[in-house]
């Protein structure tokens, strides 16, 4: 069939990408789905800042492709071998398709499944094909998904049944900004009742650590970023304390408010100095955790006496260290009792033709999640 896609065609374009428009909306062919895969209308996606880390070279993938993961939508037709799912099913995406047979997924872990690992790097689907075409050109597919298109084939281990009550904006953010922030918190971290915490970034991954931080029952939470925009909503979604990391005295005003710091920080920004300012505020025996995708150059050090001396810990969460088929219906339910509002992340809407203004947007910083709606 034919569809309407955001193709990325260029990696590194300049901002501002209203000007430059590194990605082009296409008229592209989408082949059925074959053995394991699903056919879904894509009925609402969000901009996420992995996307954006595409656009922009800090994540390397292979162009021409079609951007967009975090998605919601509605099952249209339904490959062999699927026999959990019905045409009519609503359904979010998760942006590590998981095999359920490899090392890590056999350990419960699917965030790091093997073959999911590599099909996301490759572009292709967990089957390691490709169903998207420009004529005789193959187009990459974005983490298994390449949402921002009005329909997309997916592997059937990419998406999760979902309530059909929640609305296609709000369960599109649960596949990657929210599973990986309250995620973080819940499941890499697994904070204790009570405990202090600061969020160090505050987009759509930052803000739902803030919220799974609430839900979790942290008694204490420092919010960092450098948008004073963010701050501000932070502190209506219910961060006790904000700070401006663009102050020089950042790391001494947290820590002499704290006590000598916090008992679980989180880096949500995926910049080298947010991990700094997360890692310098973690209090002794506390534990540093991020969720950042830097440019794979990067680097971060630390004083190495400080892990031994102050038995502290710094870890990684990728996913959240979900397994999403058992989280997602999970923090759903809890958005649905009001106890993780995640809806409040939502506070712009694009079309799909307004889609480089949409990451000139995000760039910005002032916005959390920006929908856009099909
Ligand atoms: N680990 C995972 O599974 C996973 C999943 C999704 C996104 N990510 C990554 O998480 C990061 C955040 O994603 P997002 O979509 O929430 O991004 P976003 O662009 O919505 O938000 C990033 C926030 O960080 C702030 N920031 C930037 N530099 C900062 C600094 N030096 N100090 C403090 N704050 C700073 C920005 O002002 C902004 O508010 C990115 O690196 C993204 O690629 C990781
Ligand atoms: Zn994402
Ligand atoms: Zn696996």
């Given at each position: 069939?034919?569809?309407?896609?955001?193709?990325?065609?260029?990696?590194?374009?300049?901002?501002?990408?209203?000007?430059?428009?590194?990605?082009?909306?296409?008229?592209?062919?989408?082949?059925?789905?074959?053995?394991?895969?699903?056919?879904?209308?894509?009925?609402?996606?969000?901009?996420?800042?992995?996307?954006?880390?595409?656009?922009?070279?800090?994540?390397?993938?292979?162009?021409?492709?079609?951007?967009?993961?975090?998605?919601?939508?509605?099952?249209?037709?339904?490959?062999?071998?699927?026999?959990?799912?019905?045409?009519?099913?609503?359904?979010?995406?998760?942006?590590v398709p998981s095999c359920?047979?490899c090392?890590p997924c056999?350990?419960?872990?699917p965030?790091l499944c093997e073959p999911g690992a590599?099909?996301?790097?490759?572009?292709?689907?967990?089957?390691?094909?490709?169903?998207?075409?420009?004529?005789?050109?193959?187009?990459?597919?974005?983490?298994?998904?390449?949402?921002?298109?009005?329909?997309?084939?997916?592997?059937?281990?990419?998406?999760?049944?979902?309530?059909?009550?929640?609305?296609?904006?709000?369960?599109?953010?649960?596949?990657?900004?929210?599973?990986?922030?309250?995620?973080?918190?819940?499941?890499?971290?697994?904070?204790?009742?009570?405990?202090?915490?600061?969020?160090?970034?505050?987009?759509?991954?930052?803000?739902?650590?803030?919220?799974?931080?609430?839900?979790?029952?942290?008694?204490?939470?420092?919010?960092?970023?450098?948008?004073?925009?963010?701050?501000?909503?932070?502190?209506?979604?219910?961060?006790?304390?904000?700070?401006?990391?663009?102050?020089?005295?950042?790391?001494?005003?947290?820590?002499?408010?704290?006590?000598?710091?916090?008992?679980?920080?989180?880096?949500?920004?995926?910049?080298?100095?947010?991990?700094?300012?997360?890692?310098?505020?973690?209090?002794?025996?506390?534990?540093?955790?991020?969720?950042?995708?830097?440019?794979?150059?990067?680097?971060?050090?630390?004083?190495?006496?400080?892990?031994?001396?102050?038995?502290?810990?710094?870890?990684?969460?990728?996913?959240?260290?979900?397994?999403?088929?058992?989280?997602?219906?999970?923090?759903?339910?809890?958005?649905?009792?009001?106890?993780?509002?995640?809806?409040?992340?939502?506070?712009?809407?694009?079309?799909?033709?307004?889609?480089?203004?949409?990451?000139?947007?995000?760039?910005?910083?002032?916005?959390?999640?920006?929908?856009?709606?099909?």
């Open positions: 069939m034919q569809i309407k896609s955001a193709v990325l065609r260029e990696i590194g374009a300049e901002a501002p990408y209203e000007k430059s428009q590194p990605i082009h909306i296409e008229t592209i062919e989408l082949d059925p789905p074959e053995k394991g895969e699903v056919l879904i209308q894509i009925k609402a996606a969000s901009l996420c800042h992995s996307d954006l880390s595409v656009i922009n070279g800090s994540r390397p993938r292979p162009v021409p492709m079609a951007l967009g993961h975090e998605a919601a939508g509605i099952v249209v037709e339904i490959g062999d071998d699927v026999f959990d799912l019905e045409v009519g099913d609503h359904v979010a995406c998760v942006f359920g047979h090392g056999r350990e419960g872990r965030a590599v099909s996301n790097t490759a572009g292709t689907l967990l089957s390691g094909g490709n169903r998207l075409h420009s004529g005789t050109e193959t187009i990459n597919h974005h983490l298994g998904v390449s949402a921002f298109s009005d329909h997309a084939v997916v592997s059937r281990n990419s998406i999760i049944k979902v309530d059909k009550e929640i609305p296609f904006e709000k369960a599109a953010l649960f596949g990657c900004a929210v599973i990986t922030g309250v995620g973080a918190v819940v499941n890499t971290a697994a904070i204790k009742l009570g405990s202090t915490v600061a969020v160090v970034g505050l987009g759509g991954v930052g803000l739902s650590a803030l919220l799974g931080a609430i839900a979790a029952g942290a008694s204490h939470i420092v919010a960092v970023d450098i948008n004073e925009t963010k701050l501000k909503q932070a502190k209506e979604l219910g961060a006790t304390e904000v700070y401006n990391s663009k102050n020089e005295n950042v790391i001494e005003q947290i820590r002499k408010a704290t006590g000598g710091g916090l008992d679980y920080t989180f880096e949500t920004a995926g910049a080298v100095q947010a991990l700094e300012v997360a890692y310098s505020i973690t209090k002794r025996g506390g534990t540093t955790v991020t969720t950042g995708l830097p440019h794979p150059d990067n680097k971060f050090s630390f004083p190495y006496v400080s892990l031994t001396a102050e038995e502290r810990t710094l870890k990684g969460s990728y996913v959240g260290s979900c397994v999403p088929s058992r989280d997602i219906p999970r923090y759903m339910s809890l958005f649905q009792q009001n106890r993780l509002p995640v809806d409040k992340l939502i506070t712009d809407f694009i079309t799909l033709d307004e889609i480089n203004k949409g990451f000139d947007l995000l760039a910005k910083g002032d916005s959390s999640r920006i929908i856009m709606k099909f």
